[in-house]
């Protein structure tokens, strides 16, 4: 094995800099002549605004400027944009309201931005935002997602009739009636996937400056795809041309997908610091946070399986009101449409689905993408559907499953669903994490909990993912505005050191160490001379980002394939300065050599003479540099089996995860050691949402789980650690042998919580979060307690 | 404006600042010392926490002008010459970090939990010491693993 190379769990790069308080993230950066910004946010869910009076703030001590909506669009800037289409039952393409980035006469949600306000301190700019009157002409809210697009409902946008945006029929709907018809036996079950709130730790942040000499603007944005943010501020919201618009992401604390869209902050940001002249600075606070960050998940659903008489699954029928929230964030369409319902399948056999989605505009935060973005929607349906269907069979939940696996010999697999599966084996999966979570002696542990008067449950989660995003023509198909390949350049220096500079970004995922052993392992240069660059439209070339568990599977692949290049082109000047044909030069280790001689060249030589051309192959270009694009031919299909054991004090409401286990099959591993470690926050995510983080609106919009003392977030104390392994399958589209890791965690954990406290208690459902008040009462109910 | 002076890892430092300014805001805003992050506006996240007179802090919820005449260390404060403190250096090995947000704060913690119960921690003990510190990215496992062999190396 190389040293550092694939399969390493080599120390991350990136550490010493977080680790000794050098990190340098958004709010970190400080420009001279910094001003400060603070928006103004509607207090109101729902409301006209009928006047708008600066003039005080305006007067207030340090303030610069005070910027309406009027201004933004006398300048013609937004308004933002959705970018993914949805076709609704009637043909039409989705509902897309007008989301302008200051508001325009009418605000639709809690946070809604109405105003900037800039300054020369923060203090100063908070002071004045107080001090802008707006009479406000208050409508009665829409806040619930089940009844938002009930008879005489608020209407919302007049663009949306019955607050509607798109109602998205899919599958065979009378192949799945009738086999319903004909079926032996048909679970239902009624279930909410709770709505979340993203939380990376490091709040959202703009820097923007304006250069009046080459008329450029450099935004430093808390982003993890600083080209879609170039390109969508640019070619969609007029804010300055492409080659004039510099976006950079420096070390951003957490994504989770919550850094992905273009927000309104950004705009304004942008645009105002042209205006005003100034560098201006905009860092939200935590509160800030939640009113105004998309949030995630958020629908109610009908789940129906059909089976025979053997539990064998005929059929499924699926349906989803899904919350959008008051506007469309920038991917926001796409989530409960094409990244749920097409793995509606999950790891089984279901020939027959038909699912309808109804998405629907609230009075509530935009609502787009969060870790897993429509997968954990569909996995907790379908892995929650599954065990309710064991019951009613009377099967063992491991044993219905294995029933209606994908056998491990029909890989490629044509689901109904459009995703044709590459690789895997779910049994495998299955028999290692039952295996170590020690499944077949489990009804002793439940004996013992008994003596002691609680509860013990055990839950399976047999989960798969799309991840990998995505082939371009796949997702252009199905209406995206953009392309989602991935792009790489790997560029030696005369002296031998080598850096990479990649289209992903890395907020936690530490590709600037995974990144390094690939180049490592493929051109044989030492770990510490390779420095991996991203985040600075300025730096690279370009890129789509990181989300959706690409990185590795699309970035990386694009890595290799400037490497092969290099090699390619290396062997050309090896030939020539070893008096060789170029056929006969080999490559390995990090050196050219002449086959069956002693005759070889480092590759940092080759890098010299390339730069250095006084001998040089005829006509060949000096310089050793090359770009690669990848655009994947597949999805990548990470798969796994998770089981939870809990324990539940039915006195208390109290859950406790005893015991966790996870066997995931991500493909190959480059770095085992993060990798684990993306399962573990995974699984916390998915806890969080299981067990504490719910986020609520009252009944005027008002949100009240508006900080950390009322959303509750997991803590150390909430979780055990966790035992991970792995039953790894070749995916045979992926030049690297890899499926991206990313999400896993948090699509698998949900159903295996829930179902573990379903079982524990011996009932059909209980909806996330199960807070012990939630669960007391389930326990009350079940005449437990 | 009133005047502040502290000792801060083991600089003296003085400026002065409105009344309302925080402790954080000081050390970011004024002395540059952005190593101490910002992750809530309700005391609750740990990001912020630094070490007052030797305790640790929640630097979000102090103001500036509390601290005047106290020594303050910072996550900027623990390595020495260019090598790292044994428990930034137990975070590196066992990765006890991804985004890096939380990890000053994290690291100060445990430094703290370290001072108050010993080199020889368990992991539940870790676990509720943790209480105050959010992290949204790690799942925990790794930061107690890091908390435990910090603790162990800073005995030896
Ligand atoms: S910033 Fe101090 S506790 Fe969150
Ligand atoms: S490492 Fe990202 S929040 Fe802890």
Redesign the interface.
């Known amino acids: 094995m190389v040293e550092n190379g694939i399969g390493a769990s080599v ?2 790069k ?10 340098n ?1 958004t ?2 950066i ?1 420009v001279a002549a910094q001003t400060h910004a603070c928006f103004v946010r509607s207090p109101h869910a729902h409301a006209t605004i009928n006047s708008i009076d600066t003039g005080e703030a305006m007067a207030s001590t340090g303030v610069v400027a005070v910027l309406t909506g009027d201004d933004l669009a006398a300048d013609g800037i937004g308004p933002l944009i959705c970018g993914v289409t949805v076709t609704s039952d009637d043909g039409e393409p989705h509902r897309a309201p007008a989301h302008p980035a200051l508001a325009q006469g009418k605000v639709n949600y809690v946070g809604d931005h109405v105003a900037i306000v800039i300054a020369e301190t923060l ?1 100063q700019a908070r002071d004045a935002a107080e001090k802008v009157d707006i009479d406000y002409g208050v409508l009665p809210a829409v806040t619930d997602t089940g009844s938002a697009a009930d008879e005489g409902q608020q209407q919302i946008h007049e663009v949306a009739p019955n607050n509607m945006c798109f109602n998205w029929p899919f599958g065979e709907k009378d192949a799945v009636e009738a086999a319903f018809a004909s079926a032996h036996k048909i679970s239902t079950l009624d279930l909410v996937n709770n709505r979340m709130v993203t ?5 959202r942040a703009a820097l923007g400056e304006y250069n009046e000499g080459t008329e450029e603007i450099t935004l430093h944005l808390t982003t993890q795809n600083p080209h879609v943010h170039r390109l969508v501020l640019s070619a969609f919201n007029q804010l300055a041309p492409e080659h004039k618009l510099r976006v950079v992401g420096p ?4 994504g ?1 997908g919550a850094k992905i869209f273009v927000y309104a902050e950004e705009l304004v940001v942008g645009w105002a610091c042209r205006k005003v002249k100034r560098p201006v600075k905009w860092t939200s ?3 800030e946070a939640f009113l105004s960050d998309a949030h995630g998940r958020d629908h109610v659903a009908t789940a129906e399986m059909a089976m025979d008489e053997n539990g064998k699954f005929l059929a499924m029928r699926v349906m989803t009101q899904a919350n959008l929230g008051a506007y469309l964030s920038t991917f926001a369409t796409m989530v409960p449409s094409y990244l749920y319902a097409f793995l509606l399948a999950g790891q089984y056999t279901t020939p027959l689905i038909y699912s309808e989605v109804k998405a629907v505009f609230t009075n509530t935060a935009p609502v787009d993408a969060c870790r897993g973005a429509g997968r954990p929607e569909a996995t907790y349906l379908v892995e929650r559907l599954v065990d309710v269907a064991a019951a009613d069979m009377g099967l063992d939940p491991a044993e219905i499953r294995r029933r209606n696996f994908i056998p491990v010999d029909a890989f490629p697999y044509q689901t109904p669903v459009v995703q044709c599966y590459d690789s895997g084996d779910y049994e495998a999966a299955l028999d290692k994490a039952m295996a170590m979570a020690d499944y077949d002696s489990f009804s002793a542990r439940a004996d013992e909990a008994r003596t002691r008067g609680k509860r013990r449950g055990i839950g399976l989660s047999s989960y798969v993912e799309a991840c990998g995003i995505a082939p371009s023509a796949a997702v252009g198909q199905l209406g995206a505005g953009v392309g989602l390949w991935e792009s790489a350049q790997v560029r030696f220096n005369p002296t031998g050191n080598v850096q990479v500079f990649t289209g992903t970004h890395s ?4 590709h600037e160490t995974t990144f390094a052993q690939l180049v490592t392992e493929q051109l044989g240069v030492p770990f510490e001379n390779i420095e991996v660059i991203h985040g600075d439209t300025a730096k690279t070339q370009f890129g789509m980002g990181t989300y959706g568990s690409r990185s590795l599977a699309v970035g990386g692949v694009a890595i290799a394939k400037a490497c092969e290049k290099l090699i390619a082109k290396g062997k050309k000047i090896a030939a020539h300065a070893l008096e060789a044909a170029e056929g006969d030069i080999e490559f390995a280790d990090g050196n050219f050599s002449v086959a069956g001689t002693d005759k070889a060249m480092n590759i940092a030589e080759v890098a010299f003479t390339a730069y250095v051309p006084h001998s040089y192959p005829e006509g060949l270009e000096p310089g050793f540099d090359e770009n690669a694009f990848f655009d994947p031919l597949n999805f990548s299909f990470p798969a796994g089996t998770h089981i939870c054991e809990v324990e539940v004090d039915p006195e208390t409401g109290v859950v406790e995860i005893v015991k966790y286990t996870a066997v995931d099959d991500f493909g190959k591993l480059v770095n085992p ?2 990798v ?2 993306q ?7 998915g806890v969080g949402q299981a067990l504490l983080e719910g986020c609520r609106y009252d009944s005027e919009g008002q949100l009240i789980t508006a ?3 009322d959303y509750a ?1 997991p ?3 909430n ?1 055990p ?2 035992d991970i392994d792995y039953a790894p399958t070749n995916p045979p589209h992926n030049p690297l042998g890899v499926k991206g890791c990313g999400e896993a ?1 948090a699509i698998g954990a949900p159903p295996a919580v829930i179902n573990a406290i379903s079982n524990a208690l011996g009932i059909k459902h209980i909806d996330m979060p199960a807070t012990p008040e939630n669960v007391w009462r389930a326990a009350q109910t079940a005449a437990l307690g | 404006m009133p005047a502040v002076a502290m000792n801060v890892n083991g600089n003296a430092v003085s400026g002065e600042v409105e009344p309302r300014t925080l402790l954080v805001q000081f050390l970011r805003e004024s002395l540059r010392l952005t190593g101490t992050h910002v992750g809530c506006d309700t005391s609750q996240c740990g990001a912020c926490v630094v070490h007052v007179n030797g305790k640790s802090v929640k630097s979000c919820t102090m103001l500036a002008v509390m601290a005047d005449g106290c020594d303050v260390t910072t996550i900027e404060g623990l390595a020495t010459d260019g090598s790292m403190h044994p428990m930034q250096q137990a975070f590196m090995d066992n990765h006890g970090l991804q985004c890096g947000f939380c990890t000053p704060g994290m690291v100060m913690t445990a430094l703290d939990i370290v001072n108050r119960n010993g080199n020889d921690l368990n992991e539940a003990t870790v676990r509720k010491e943790l209480e105050g510190n959010i992290c949204r990215c790690t799942g925990y496992h790794n930061i107690v693993k890091s908390v435990q062999a910090g603790a162990k190396a800073m005995g030896e």
């Open positions: 120390r991350r990136e550490d010493k800099r977080f680790l000794i308080g050098k990190g993230y709010d970190d400080n203090a939380n990376p730790m490091e709040p070390d951003v604390g957490g989770f606070d935590r509160t907020h936690g995922q530490g050691m993060i684990e470690g399962v573990h926050g995974g699984i916390v995510h900080s950390y003392m977030m803590r150390a104390d979780v650690s966790f965690g």
